[in-house]
C-alpha cells in the first residue's frame, strides 16, 4: 500500500483571523479570489473605506452649538455610551436580531430542505416565491405589514369577525411586530445559503446513517447538520447583521415603542445633529458585528467539512 | 430443509411510479455464511433488490425474511444487515475511526469497547494507523475498506454489497475481488453482493443468481451457470456463446441431433422434453470446439468449414469459422506454442473441421 504519498498535507493555519475568514470562505466556495478581488478592490477602497475613515474620524471629534462638526480631539463620544439608556437599546437590538436569526432558521431550514428535495420543475417555482417579495419596494412591504398588524387591520377584524376576540389584540408598534417584519424581510437571505448547501448534500449519506441504525434525529444531528453548517453559518450571517442595524422596520413597526440601535444612529445624524456621537455608535456597533462575526465564523469554520 | 435461510425473497416485485416494473416475481433463498451475487446488466433491477432488503425500499407485493422473520415495512435500522454502498457513502466530516464507529455509537456501546471494535475491524481490512485520517484523505481503494469496515464491525447477519469495486481501476479491483473473498470467508457473515461484471460474479461467488429485465433466469453455482445455460440470455452473458438455430432431428440417450440451415447436422447435450422436429438454438462455447485441417475426419461430430477471419489475442487466437450461407461460429483456441515459431497453422480462406464434446453444447427451447 504505497498510497500514503498521495495523501495532501492539511496547510498550515492561517495565523490572523480575517486570513481565516478569507481561507474559509475559498475552501467553501471554490472561487478564485484574485477574479473577484480585483475590481471588488477598487469600490471597496472609494465606497466604503473612505467614508469609514471619514466616520472614525468624525467620532473623536466634538458638536457645536448649531450641530456643526468642530475639531476638537475628544473620547468623549465613546464614554458617554456607556449609559444604561443606550446599552439597553443596544441589548434591545441584539435580542431581536438573534431572535430574527433564529426565527428565520427555524422557518428557513425546512423550507431549503423541501426546495432541495422536490423535482426540479417545482424548485425554480419555489425560488421564484422565495424572490418574489424583493420585486416590491422594501416601504411598501413594510407599509403593508401594518396595515394587516393595526387594531382595525385585517388580521384584527378577521378574528372579530369570527368571535374569536372582542377587543383588538394589540400588534402594532410591539417587539412582535418588528421581530415579524425583520423576519419577513430578511428570510430570504437566510434561505438561499441554506438551499445551496443541501442543495450539494449527498443525500445518500442519510441511508448510510439509517443503515447504521441513526434514527431520523440522529441522522439530521449527526450528518446532515454538520454537513450543511456552511449554509446555516452564511445564512445567519446574513439576517443577523441587516437585523442589527435596521432603522426602518422599528421605526415603522416599531412606532418609536420599539428603539433599536439604527434608530438611535438615525436620530444623530438626522434629528439631533450630534454627528460625532452618531459616528461613535456606529462604530461601536460595527465593531460588535464584526467580532460577533468572527468568533461564529470560527464555531462553525472549526468543523471541517 | 432444516435450517432457516438466513435472506429469503418471495415473489418479490417492486413497481415505480404504477409503471416501471422494476423488480418481477423475484424468489430467491440465501443460506447463513454463503456468498450470493446477483448478476444482470444495468438496469436490470439488482440495486432494487438490495434496497428491498436493506429496507430502503417497500415491496410492490412478496415478502422478504431475514432470518426467518418476515420484514413487512421493518426500517433499515432494525434490521439486522448493513450495507456497502456503490459510492461508500462515508461521512466526509468524520475521520475514519468516527466513521467505523459510527454504528456502534448508535447503538450506546460503552467507549472502551467501541474503541476496542475499531481497532479490530480497522486491522481486519489492514487499515490500522488510518484512524484519524479523513476520507478525503484516501485512495479509493482505502475508502473502500473504510465502508466494509464500517458495516462489519456491526457484525450484522447479512451484508448487502452493491457494486463496490465498481469504482476502481482494474488492477486493484482484481485484488479487491480475492481480498473480499477471502474477508468473507474470515468472518463467516452472508454476503449478498451485487455485479453487472460476470467475471467477477463467477470468481468470488458460491452461488449466482442471474437476472434480466427484473426477472431472476437461473440461480446455481458459478460452474452451473457457466456449463449449464439454462437460457440464451445466460449463455450470452455469462461468457461467450455460438447461437446455432436449428431443428432436432436425431435422440439417442445423451445426445441430440440438431440439423442447421437443414444441412448440417451438429450434436448437443441431451435434454429432457425434447422432440424431433422441434426448432431449437444450440449454444456452444467459442473455447469447447475443436479445430483441425481437414483430411482427419471421424465418423460422428464433425463439422466441416471455412475460417473467414484469425484474431490474435494473446493468450488465444479467434477464429471465424462460416459453416452455411447464414451461420458462422467462432472458435477459440489457446495459444499453447509460441506461434512465432511454428508459423499460422491455420489461415483466413482454409478449409477446416470443427469438433466438440456432445456434452458441451446446450439446447435451448426456440
Ligand atoms: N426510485 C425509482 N423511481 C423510478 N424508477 C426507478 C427507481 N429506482 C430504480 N428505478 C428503475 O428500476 C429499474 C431497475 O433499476 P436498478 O435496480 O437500479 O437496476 P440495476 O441496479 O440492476 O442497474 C430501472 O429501470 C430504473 O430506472
Ligand atoms: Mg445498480
Redesign the pocket.
Known sequence: MALAERVETQPERPASLAARVVDWIRRRSGVKLSLVLGPGAFWLVVFFLIPLGVVLAYSFASRGAYGQVIWRLTLENYTRFFDWLYIRVFLVSVWIALLTTVICLVIGYPFAFVMARVPRRWRNALLVLVMVPFWTNFLVRTYAIMLLLRNEGLINSALRWLGIIEQPVTMLFTTFAVVLGLVYGYLPFMILPLYASIEKFDFTLVEAAQDLGANTWQVFTRVMLPLTMPGVVAGSILVFIPSVGAFVTPDLLGGGKVVMIGNLIQQQFLTVRHWPFGSAVSFVLMAVVLISTMAYFRVGGERRV | MGRTADVELRNVSKV??NS?V??DDVSLEIEPGEFFSLL??????????L?MIAGF?MPTSGEIYIEGRPMGETPPFRRNVNTVFQNYALFPHMTVAENVAFGLRMKRVPRDEIARRVREALQLVRLAGFEDRYPRQLSGGQQQRVALARALINRPRVLLL?EPLGALDLKLRKEMQLELKHLQMTVGITFIY?T?DQEEALTMSDRIAV?NA?RVLQVGTPLEIYERPSSRFVADFIGESNFLEGRVTGLNGQQVTVVIDDRVPVPARAQDGLAVGEQVTVAIRPEKIRLRPPGMERTDGCVRGRVEEVVYIGTDTYYLVRLTERCTVRVRVQNSQNRLDSGEAVGEGAEVLLSWVPETAMVLKA
Not at chain 2, 40 to 49: A, D, I, N, Q, R
Open positions: 415505480f411510479d416501471v422494476a423488480v444482470g446488466p444495468s438496469g436490470c433491477g439488482k440495486t432494487t433488490t434496497r425500499e452493491d451485487v453487472h437476472m427484473g
